[in-house]
């Protein structure tokens, strides 16, 4: 069950990401002060590139970093558009995370494979501290899409039908997203409208299913809000 939801809206893109990076960092710090580390799962798509980017630009004590992928296209491993290659490109290139503290999902290794390979260290990683996620027009988040039916029970699922292309994926699923302290949902636009009234509205929507054990924030632009 979705627990109560923190809506936050925000005049431009701009605006948002700032406020996004801003908290990232100050939830950084509090898990390293508690526990020693900040495991940080990054959303995929176009949306948070730019925020990113001002992470790139931040200070944060790195080697206390851990980062995680909620999904990835199965795409060869230096493809463009995979996830983890916009995410290294924004972010990761450009701050001291040590290597082997970043756990891309190695989907050149093909969708069973790579997604075996994901769930154990799914499994060692969880609880995560932060889960940074998107939404797309169909209400659809990492690569959990409407009417998808999964194994609620695992960690990790193969995706072979997506209907965001590439067809075939690796993504976290419900349970694994939800095991996190804090989770965001970053939502800009106005082409994710629809899915937001739906959502408000109460659909049953594959962002409903997702839940978190402290905080959830849904940061949004004043575009992709409906003003009725
Ligand atoms: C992906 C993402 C996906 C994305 C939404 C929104 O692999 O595409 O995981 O869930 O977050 O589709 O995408 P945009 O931010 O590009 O609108």
Sequence with gaps: MQNNIDWQQFETPDLIEKEVCKRILVLAQEAITERGQFKFVLAGGKTPERMYRFLAKSDADWSKWFIYHGDERVLPIDDENRNSV???NAFLNSVA???NQIFDIPTEL???ESAEAYRSIVQAAMPF???LLGMGEDGHTASLFPGHVHDETDVVHSIYNSPKPPSERV???VKALSNTQNLFFLIEG????????????GEDLPVVSISALQNLVVFLDKAAVDVE
């Design 190 to 201: 106005a082409n994710k409208r629809d899915a937001i009234k739906q959502w408000r509205e």
């Design 129 to 131: 501290d932060l889960v």
């Design 86 to 88: 916009m995410a290294a």
């Design 110 to 112: 093909g969708v069973e």
């Design 97 to 99: 995370i040590p290597k």
């Design 171 to 173: 993504t976290l699923s």
